[in-house]
């Protein structure tokens, strides 16, 4: 019973201790629009892996180095780039799955004393899906991630590299771009 008592009285003081000491925590950002046009119409849009730059803002240009493989160059100081790969493409379901394999590092800080990069947006293990369904009123988009903010060691964070700063950075991404791409597609 003595060992007992003296197991739980440990747990208990390592709880709170645990608990406060983390990581990030996996984060999600999900948004949709509804657009005037045919599904197909905004699926030949979504589906171009090729053509991001086409309808996203925040996107310079696109450059396919293989089928899978696209270079984003971000319309940003410095022109920063992002490398994702394609997972998979569904035209059943018209859906795409890709992910963010490579960022540029935009400038490198000391923080805590060591060296903490920036990179071209603050999130990692980054994974997403944008679909396209037909709605009353033509077609329903959803773009949704999940990911980690980049900043992978315990709080405290560096300014801008928080769970909210990811997520907000994520959210403004996609309301642009669905925005963008209503725009587009309602001409």
């Known amino acids: 019973m003595n060992k007992f008592l003296a197991f739980l009285a440990a747990a208990l003081i390592a709880v709170p201790m645990v608990s406060s000491a983390h990581g990030p925590t996996r984060q999600q950002v999900k ?24 309808w996203l803002p925040a996107v310079a240009s696109t450059e396919l180095t293989s ?43 000391t923080f805590n004393s060591k060296d903490t990069p920036y990179f071209t947006i603050p999130v ?8 396209v369904k037909a709605v009353e009123g033509g077609s329903e988009v959803l773009w ?3 990911f980690y903010r980049s900043f992978m060691d315990n709080p405290p964070v560096p ?11 994520i959210q403004g991404i996609f309301t642009s771009g669905l925005e963008n791409l209503k725009m587009i597609m309602e001409k």
């Open 31 to 54: 948004e949709t629009i509804t657009i005037n046009a045919e599904p197909e119409k905004v699926w030949a849009m979504l589906k171009d892996f090729g053509g991001l730059h086409n």
């Open 67 to 109: 089928d899978t493989t696209r270079i984003l160059t971000i319309a940003s100081e410095g022109s920063p780039t992002i490398t994702e790969k394609l997972l998979k493409t569904d035209e059943e379901k018209m859906m795409v799955t890709y992910k963010i394999t490579d960022m540029s590092v935009v400038k490198t800080i």
């Open 124 to 131: 990692a293990n980054y994974k997403a899906w944008l679909s």
């Open 144 to 146: 949704k991630a999940k």
């Open 159 to 169: 300014e801008g590299q928080s769970d909210k700063d990811a997520k907000n950075t």
